[in-house]
């Protein structure tokens, strides 16, 4: 894919972190998203984020897989590591990385497709690994960049462009993660900031798998006649589907409501979203009441956002396993290798 260098110039009065950096130096290449897409919403939020906390850009890792979501980790950090792995295989890398070096901050960016269809086995033992990581979900339910096929968050009954229609149900990453047993689980919307950018502040500090499932619109493939999501099928009625969000092109929509109350987002037709922001007295730590509330909530059409459930006494990946405090590639050699008589040692375990 090709890159759009962002201008370096800044204004000398621009608000700076506790580094002395201020945002520009945490953005990246220019997005070549389609206008009004809420990944790009997605990757504001966690620009403001990173450069609030004040880490150092080098101190953070930026992994994905395949899919118009995983484009965009160039799009924030530019001063960061960077790998783009294939399809679904990011929580491999990701593990690897982990593993070698736990004094960074990763930040894995994937979508619904690389996630809940080819990666869903790759995401469900990063969570059972409980490895040290963000995970953000950017959820439109199709596979955008080859042109809009069902993804496994397609609600049944919608139908594609060319006019196949879903028969199959759809997988919440939200109730699948809290089944999966992750220890931090929270969902929001692309154009609610306010309470995006906290979510991935707490995310990035949580010692474990803190997911983030980002209801993200697609402005593309999921408007014309037969869609679930489409403007018309929304204006009409309201289904339970996993991401009902939409952008109109080129013009971004924010949301602002208080905790507890639901938003009906509308947008330039007329067309409407439900979202319901956690009341202050919900309790994040309680695993089953979070999967039933949640359940209830999508059965009445509400997406519920904010914190969902976190659990910080599970023992996060570096304990279970004792990785080495010292970075892997600050290792002597000698440390590293075992010999010919540790590694016949080693071999023989498995005779």
């Not at 639901?262 to 695993?287: A, Q």
């Amino acid at each position: 894919m090709s890159f759009i260098a962002k201008p370096k110039v800044t204004h000398p009065s621009l608000p700076k972190n506790e580094l002395g950096l201020t945002r520009r130096e945490y953005e990246g290449a220019m997005s070549t998203l389609c206008a009004g897409c809420g990944h790009d919403s997605v990757t504001a939020a966690i620009t403001e984020a990173v450069w609030a906390l004040s880490i150092r850009p080098e101190k953070v890792v930026k992994l994905s897989g395949i899919g118009c979501s995983s484009k965009t980790t160039a799009y924030f950090v530019s001063g960061g590591h960077g790998f783009n792995s294939v399809h679904g295989r990011m929580p491999s890398i990701a593990t690897g990385a982990i593993a070698a070096n736990k004094d960074l901050y990763y930040i894995g960016v994937s979508g619904d497709g690389d996630t809940l269809s080819i990666g869903f086995g790759q995401f469900a033992h990063a969570i059972r690994r409980n490895i040290n990581m963000l995970y953000i979900i950017e959820n439109n339910g199709v596979y955008g960049l080859t042109k809009g096929q069902f993804s496994a968050s397609a609600d049944i009954g919608t139908k594609a462009k060319r006019g196949e229609e879903n028969v199959q149900p759809p997988i919440d990453p939200v109730v699948a993660a809290i089944t999966l047993g992750a220890t931090f689980v929270a969902r929001s919307f692309s154009g609610d900031k306010e309470q995006l950018v906290p979510l991935i502040q707490a995310g990035l500090k949580h010692k474990g798998f803190a997911l983030i499932d980002v209801l993200s619109p697609c402005v593309t493939f999921n408007d014309h006649e037969g869609s679930t999501k489409s403007y018309a099928y929304v204006r009409d009625r309201y289904d339970e589907v996993v991401d009902a969000d939409f952008v109109p092109p080129a013009k971004e929509i924010t949301a602002q409501y208080a905790a507890g109350e639901v938003l009906p987002v509308t947008m330039h037709d007329g067309s409407r979203i439900l979202l319901r922001k956690l009341d202050p007295s919900y309790d994040p730590t309680r695993r089953g009441k979070a999967y039933n509330y949640i359940r209830d909530r999508l059965a009445q059409g509400e997406y519920v956002t904010g914190l969902l459930y976190i659990d910080q006494k599970s023992p996060e990946f570096h304990r279970v396993n004792e990785t080495t405090d010292v970075p892997i590639n600050q290792l002597p050699y000698e440390a590293l290798s075992p010999g010919s008589g540790g590694l016949a040692k080693i071999m023989g375990r498995y005779r």
